[in-house]
């Protein structure tokens, strides 16, 4: 039973670089989420999907974040251009439902130097 | 706003002995869900345990169960018989039912297990 697929697993890139982000949620999950995790601000909710549509952008952290979702079971997270202060472990979850359990993924880890 | 608190960044235990984090959330709403989430090494988030605001009895799985006091607001989990696979960052969040809504996450409790 394949859980929440992300790539890259690790990425390291210099600044000013384009990253992208790709999750594939489980399958028949209607609901989509990009979390940040860092040791400052600890995990935070970037932007989150609802059958491919995005809800909620609040926390996506300025203009060179962007996600998009072009159906059901693939999402991305673009970074351009990138800063160190982008580096940190991005997590993508998916749920089933409001009330179901989120299920993570094992997130990406990027580095920006 | 909700928040959600874990006042111990760091616990200890001897393996096989009984270790128990605190959390504590604020919320006026009266429908909830809470979750706790435990963090290896690793980085993958992998959920532990969850309680729906509603029902009064604590939810268990296996060597983990939970004090929830809805009036306190509080929602510790007890981990039994400690392993030395429970070490890990152990995270509380927080999420109102009703809204297709993110989670809040407290900051986080690393817990060691001693051999």
């Known amino acids: 039973d394949a859980g929440v697929i992300q790539s890259p697993r690790h990425e390291v890139t210099e600044m000013g670089q384009e990253v992208t982000l790709r999750c594939k949620p489980i399958?028949?999950?209607?609901?989509l989420f990009w979390y940040r995790q860092t040791m400052m601000r600890g995990l935070e909710l970037l932007i989150y999907?609802?059958?491919?549509?995005?809800?909620?952008d609040s926390g996506m952290p300025e203009d060179r974040f962007s996600a998009k979702m072009p159906n059901a079971s693939f999402s991305t997270l673009k970074i351009q251009p990138s800063e160190p202060r982008d580096s940190a472990v991005y997590f993508c979850?998916?749920?089933?439902?409001?009330?179901?359990?989120?299920?993570f993924g094992e997130g990406s880890w990027l580095t920006v130097v | 706003a909700q928040t959600v608190t874990q006042s111990q960044p760091e616990m200890s235990v001897q393996e096989a002995e009984t270790v128990t984090l605190s959390c504590t959330y604020d919320?006026?709403?009266?429908?909830?869900?809470l979750f706790w989430y435990k963090q290896p090494p690793s980085r993958q988030m992998i959920l532990v345990i969850r309680?729906?605001?509603?029902?009064?009895q604590n939810a268990t799985e296996n060597r983990f169960s939970v004090n929830f006091q809805k009036a306190a607001k509080s929602f510790s989990l007890k981990i039994s018989d400690s392993q030395l696979g429970d070490a890990a960052m152990y995270f509380c969040?927080?999420?109102?039912?009703?809204?297709?809504?993110?989670?809040?996450f407290g900051a986080g409790t690393r817990l060691t297990v001693k051999p």
């Open positions: 399958s028949g999950h209607n609901s």
């Open positions: 309680q729906e605001a509603y029902k009064q």
């Open positions: 979850a998916s749920r089933t439902g409001a009330g179901n359990t989120i299920y």
């Open positions: 919320t006026s709403e009266s429908d909830y869900y």
């Open positions: 999907f609802n059958n491919n549509v995005p809800i909620d």
């Open positions: 969040a927080y999420r109102i039912s009703y809204n297709n809504n993110d989670m809040r």
